[in-house]
């Protein structure tokens, strides 16, 4: 098979975690290409999440995971505005609805101490109505902490990459890894012919494991578990200022309910393992029991319609921290197993990913970065109907030249998501009663709807 | 501020027909908005035959029959490509469109903001978000307004009307569905809509039958459904889910008017009041769907009180009377009446069933009947019956009920 491509360092999978992998290798100079399976980035575990911005105040203490959503967290917050980056500062409360969760409160706000979140507290019953008046009665007590907050999870790792690409970096989408060789380079196979790399990053997400057998038996085994979500219409998010934790278990964060940075609120996720990669499919039984939980929490959901429902797919291992590790003699990184808190974490990530890539295989260097702020798609800010134009979606307010300038650039959208992703067309109430075939027309010869 | 005396939000059947009546009465600047880039409403993307027989003695298709109802309302400034992002007290619209954010105050402003379907996501259905499922809304925009075939053998899902508008859609581009699936015991259409399922031009129409599920990742590939034994696979390459319609009424729901948690429409009385007397509201707004033909009429009469209240010939609204419904009734409106005679001498009430229902529809004031009939009533259809309002005004309360037979 022919040579096709070449680059110092290949990072595969385009999800938020090698967005920002991307992100930072770029801006310390070393022009990195990022392979996508999928017709465009976020195509896998990135695409359904809750959204939220973590502190990392339940994550395991010592754990890799909460040094690297601590410092994605950090570094999230200082990028923002220059990238343009919504932050809804929400705050979180953790809720416990009976006399044993309510036992267990100390003990997580001991555990948010420990990992150095200190702005933790208890709150009585009392308290918790004050601030959340909407919720069910029966509440008894929680645990607030004031910086967890919500975020874009799309429009973050869209930025990451176009600030990658700025910086000399290069995407290829459509474009999947089935095998390789390691000669003291890797030659990595696609259906498009071989592609040489100095280095390889692995950041496969639900493929990670899969990926890693190129170069090692892989030390993990992906177990993707599935979070359906039902999503809300707008006036629910009037119903609830804070975002809403229930006491987890062993297993799962449990069921959540949170405001979106598009002024939506989401109920969700289960916590299902499946066999399958690739899809995630939602079910009647679980969205009617996630619609019934989010009523039981809070009542006023019953009188709001349902705008949306999806799954998500996180990339779950027999571990419960990130599997992040060097193989500097087969000149390759492995960074997987990363969970729900990716989205939080992936700056974070991305600083570990380059620590080993100076420690290991290059220098990095940091230049001046090239800002590539994105457009914006959340409420809380400045949005482009509020100045004008000719309104293509109605149900979201997304103006004829959003949708261009999402098919235009160094990044267009490369699907139907992709474009729904970019500009919320599509995404609201009517799920393109009104404007998908007027969106269709517009897309047509770039996208195929 | 752009005042006007009356400001007309949404140019489908209610709006422009409220706007040709106030033009006709000569009330005043009546300006009619609408979010989307041509009049019409949903008719404009129905290109079939089956409207303008009550309103101008014709059969017509959709498009000539939104551009005849652009016609009539010649007389009234049509904005086109303003979208009204709220409604605030004392009749102020704020807008945005082309020419950005404006204010607008009407004396008078009457919403007639249309209804659409349910979509795949509100029904919960099982399965992955393939490409190829949409509602008959985006169909009919596909096939009419851009000359597209978005699939070659689809399911249609549901048989209220609406589902034989699809049919004709898809035979504009001659494409046979593979079945058209209802959960029921029977259609739920009334004429024309069982002699339409009778040509169905070879569809078979599967009874009793409900979707579990869509299978397909990137495109529908098939659809799983249950006719009572077990999961069955029946392939197609698309899914129209078709009505279920609901009330547009995102911009009530951020507005200081009542809503009825029932029709999720506005609350309004006999004379099309909201609860702030400045709106008004006639349509399929008011609870989903009805016939453009109805929509039409009901803009008319609403437009008639407009004029009425403008040309102070009408009180404010004074005390008023709840009317709530009960039993197996999903809704009823008007939701309150009030003390004045109303314009029309017979008053209708529709009322809808929450499920299929054998029994009796008892009108009470207070704890007198009032009024009761017998009927078989279907979720989809409507109930209405006029009563005189004299009967009426004279209780505190009113109390319609669907009471199943025993």
Known sequence: MAEFDRADVVIIGGGVVGCAIFRRLALAGLKPLLLEAGEDILSGASKGNSAILHTGFDAPPGSLEVVCMQAGYREYQAIRNRLNLPLVETGALVVAWNEEQLARLPAIVAQAHQNGVEDVTQISAEELRQREPQLAPHALGAVRVPGEHIIDPWSAPLAYALQGLAHGGRIRRGCTVSGGSFDGAWSLVTERGRITAGLVINAAGNFGDRVEAICRESPFKITPRKGQFVVFDKPAAQLVKSIILPVPTERTKGIVICRTAFGNLLVGPTAEDQETRDVAEVDEQALAMLIAKGQEMLPGLAEIGVNAVYAGLRPATQFKDYQISAQPERRWITVGGIRSTGLTAALGIAGQVGDLVAQHFHPMEESAPTWTPVPNLCEERPRPYQIGGEIVCHCEWVTRGEIEAALTGPLPAGDVGGLKRRTRAMMGRCQGFYCSAQVAAIAEGRITL | ?406
């Open chain 2, 1 to 406: 501020m752009i005042e006007r005396d009356v400001i007309i939000l949404g140019a489908g059947p209610a709006g422009l027909s409220a706007a040709a009546e106030l033009a006709r009465l000569k009330v005043g600047k009546i300006a009619v908005l609408d979010r989307e880039q041509a009049a019409g409403g949903i008719p404009r993307h129905c290109g079939h035959l089956g409207y303008g027989w009550n309103e101008f003695r014709r059969i017509m298709t959709g498009p000539a029959y939104a551009r005849r109802l652009a016609e009539t309302a010649g007389a009234a400034e049509l904005k086109l490509g303003v979208t009204a992002l709220r409604l605030e007290p004392g009749g102020v619209v704020q807008t945005t469109g082309a020419e950005g954010p404006q204010a607008w105050r009407g004396r008078a402003v009457l919403l007639a903001l249309g209804a659409r379907e349910t979509p795949r996501s509100a029904r919960l259905v099982s399965g992955a978000r393939p490409w190829g499922v949409m509602n008959t809304g985006a169909l009919q925009q596909f096939v009419y307004l851009h000359g597209k075939r978005p699939f070659e053998r689809p399911v249609i899902i549901g048989s209220e009307l609406v589902a034989f508008s699809t049919l004709l859609t898809l035979r504009h581009v001659k494409v046979r569905p593979a079945a058209m699936i209802e959960a029921g015991r029977r259609i739920t259409a009334q004429r024309p809509g069982d002699w339409i399922a009778r040509l169905a031009f070879g569809v078979p129409v599967l009874l009793d039958t409900r979707l579990i599920r869509i299978l397909g990742h990137e495109r529908v590939e098939g659809v799983e459904v249950d006719r009572g034994n077990g999961p069955e696979r029946l392939d197609c390459d698309g899914v129209v889910f078709t009505g279920r319609f609901r009330p547009e009424n995102a911009l009530l729901a951020g507005s200081h008017l009542a809503v009825d948690p029932g029709t999720r429409g506005p609350a309004i009385d006999q004379l099309w009041r909201c609860s702030d007397p400045a709106y008004f509201a006639a349509g399929n707004l008011l609870r989903g769907i009805e016939t453009a033909g109805q929509c039409w009429r009901e803009g008319q009469a609403a437009a008639r009180i407009i004029a009425a209240t403008l040309l102070g010939k009408l009180a404010p609204p004074a005390a008023s009377v709840p009317v709530q419904a009960a039993g197996a009734l999903a809704y009823v409106y008007p939701q309150r009446l009030t003390a004045e005679d109303p314009i029309d001498p017979e008053l209708l009430f529709f009322a809808r069933a929450r499920a299929a229902t054998k029994g009796a529809i008892v009108l009470r004031g207070d704890d007198t009947v009032i009024w009761s009939r017998q009927i078989d009533a279907l979720p989809e259809r409507r109930i209405a019956w006029p009563v005189s309002p004299k009967d009426l005004q004279a209780h505190k309360s009113i109390t319609v009920s669907l009471e199943p037979q025993a």
